[in-house]
């Protein structure tokens, strides 16, 4: 079992910058895919980067670039470093894990605000 944790969220200027944390605990965790997500409000939930247990990483592409994604493998801790950011990624950012066995996990999720 994996449990995770999102924090870092918050209101911030366009073209301002933020730091998202994921904590995770419970089972191993330098064998899960991270990944994080975002949801808009009315639009599905969508992926914004992601990283495997082998460092590789693929991003969406409106924010390749602009964003990058990092673990912590001694700290179980994946990170969302959030540059140049502009209003359109205002949303809920989600921390998602997948173990070897193809189990998914999801974190509550942290407000991302982009605005003047």
């Known amino acids: 079992q994996v449990q995770l944790v999102e924090s870092g969220g918050g209101l911030v200027q366009p073209g301002g910058s933020l730091r998202l944390s994921c904590a995770a605990s419970?089972?191993?965790?330098?064998?899960?895919?991270m990944a994080w997500y975002r949801q808009a409000p009315g639009k599905q939930r969508e992926l914004v980067a992601r990283?495997?247990?082998?460092?590789?990483?693929n991003f969406a592409g409106s924010v390749k670039g602009r964003f990058t994604i990092s673990r912590d493998n001694a700290k179980k801790a994946a990170y969302l470093q959030m540059d140049s950011l502009k209003p359109e990624d205002t949303g809920i950012y989600y921390c998602?894990?997948?173990?070897?066995?193809?189990?998914?996990?999801w974190g509550q999720g942290t407000q991302v605000t982009v605005s003047s």
């Open positions: 990283i495997t247990s082998g460092g590789g990483t």
């Open positions: 998602n894990a997948v173990d070897p066995w193809r189990r998914e996990y």
């Open positions: 419970g089972s191993i965790f330098n064998s899960n895919a």
